[in-house]
């Protein structure tokens, strides 16, 4: 009896010592992500309070000699006319996301809940689309947006954007499939119609859904640089993206000033992913219940 005691104790020590060890890696991974993922915001902190001159003579990593020197902030925002690249950005960010989760909504209803010829069809095309770079349609890209008219256009940069990502509607897709379709056969039987079902009954309780995509979306217009510079590259309509490649040249670039106005532009979308944060896990997480 005593053999099987020490047997069975010999097991949960070893058992205790493996959970400890995964349980200590566990925290250094995530220890080591949060320093690499911190260490640029903390090296563009202290770049930003530094002059010309000791951003010139110091290392990207060390402490600002004065920690009130502002200028950098002031030059930012009146030479790289920040106020109205902000402008620019929120109202493309407002139209875009609002199109992209109206489209991304309706489309991923009727593919979930109306069974018709074609419909895996357009399901596959949608994940073969995401094989497919982004980069290698550039050129058919542009010459469109060429051909109508599109380019130094503000409008035709948001009708752009605001192609509906097949992450979004793989999001909206797989908490549709959550949804029981009750819900929309009494609503019909009580003489609604789909539209009414979709917009009174669907889309209130997608919420987390609704959400979670506007934040990602909104994220990645708000930080678009590639397309901001390719298709809007009038003064007139700068986002946020281009305004600071302006403090950037072929013969010098004013990093300490690029690091300030990188933590200005950083501002709205670190407030709105912290006031979103728990509905944007909550969506992800619906999301891949049946994922």
């Not at 290698?136 to 130094?152: C, E, H, P």
């Not at 933590?263 to 728990?278: A, D, E, G, Y």
């Amino acid at each position: 009896m005593s053999v099987v005691t020490h047997a069975v104790r010999d097991t949960n020590r070893s058992s205790r010592i493996k959970r400890s060890v995964i349980r200590g890696l566990e925290y250094f991974a995530l220890l080591l992500a949060c320093f690499i993922a911190l260490l640029p915001i903390w090296s563009s902190f202290t770049t930003s309070f530094k002059g010309a001159e000791e951003y010139a003579t110091t290392n990207a990593m060390a402490l600002p000699r004065n920690w009130f020197n502002f200028g950098n902030y002031a030059q930012v925002w009146t030479q790289g006319d920040m106020l109205r690249a902000f402008l620019t950005s929120a109202s493309v960010v407002i139209v875009v996301v609002t199109v992209s989760v109206m489209m991304g909504s309706m489309l991923a209803y009727v593919l979930n809940r109306f069974r018709f010829p074609g419909n895996s069809l357009i399901r596959n095309l949608f994940m073969i689309a995401t094989l497919i770079p982004g980069i290698a349609m550039q050129v058919t890209t542009y010459q469109i947006m060429k051909d109508l008219g599109f380019l130094n256009s503000i409008v035709g940069y948001m009708i752009l954007m605001s192609g509906t990502d097949v992450i979004s509607i793989y999001i909206f897709l797989q908490y549709f499939e959550n949804l029981d379709g009750a819900l929309d056969e009494s609503a019909v039987l009580e003489g609604c119609t789909y539209f009414g079902v979709f917009f009174k009954i669907l889309l209130p309780l997608t919420k987390p859904a609704i959400i979670t995509v506007a934040v990602l979306k909104g994220v990645g217009v708000y930080n678009e640089y590639y397309s901001a510079n390719l298709y809007l590259q009038s003064n007139s309509w700068r986002t946020i993206s281009t305004a600071l490649y302006s403090f950037s040249g072929p013969f010098k670039s004013s990093y300490n000033i690029i690091c300030a106005g990188v933590l200005l532009t950083l501002i709205p979308s670190l407030i709105i992913f912290l006031v979103f944060q728990k509905q944007v896990y909550a969506g992800l997480a619906s999301g891949s219940v049946k994922g």
